[in-house]
């Protein structure tokens, strides 16, 4: 599958936004659901947001919803999270995935290629 490099992470105060980007190189990136996926410490990893493959369907989280927003450019083979109006509860790395299809709502589980991840904390 599509290789995946995350970046963008960093240190904010709360109520602040950062925006994270991912990479992809490899065949067929349009060809797969994008997501983001969150794990914090002492706690099992979580999905975040996802969008479709030509960026008709988006998917969040309801702890992010309204909050960040998912895009895509398959010209670019990008995929970004704009986090805004951020909590400490957002704490977490934050991982790049794709996945090649999921029943209704996307999980974990229906991704197969993952990135790195890049932490994201945030202070109150």
């Known amino acids: 599958q599509v290789q995946l490099v995350e970046s963008g992470g960093g240190l904010v105060q709360a109520g602040g936004s950062l925006r994270l980007s991912c990479a992809g190189s490899?065949?067929?990136?349009?060809?797969?659901?994008m997501g983001w996926l969150r794990q914090a410490p002492g706690k099992e990893r979580e999905f975040v947001a996802a969008?479709?493959?030509?960026?008709?369907?988006?998917y969040y989280a309801d702890s992010v919803k309204g909050r960040f927003t998912i895009a895509r450019d398959n010209a670019k083979n990008t995929v970004n999270l704009q986090m805004n109006s951020l909590k400490p509860e957002d704490t977490a790395v934050y991982s790049c995935?794709?996945?090649?299809?999921?029943?209704?709502?996307?999980?974990?589980?229906?991704?197969?290629?993952w990135g790195q991840g890049t932490q994201v904390t945030v202070s109150s």
């Open positions: 995935a794709a996945s090649s299809g999921f029943s209704i709502w996307p999980r974990p589980a229906d991704f197969g290629s």
């Open positions: 969008i479709s493959r030509y960026g008709t369907n988006t």
């Open positions: 490899g065949r067929g990136f349009s060809t797969y659901t």
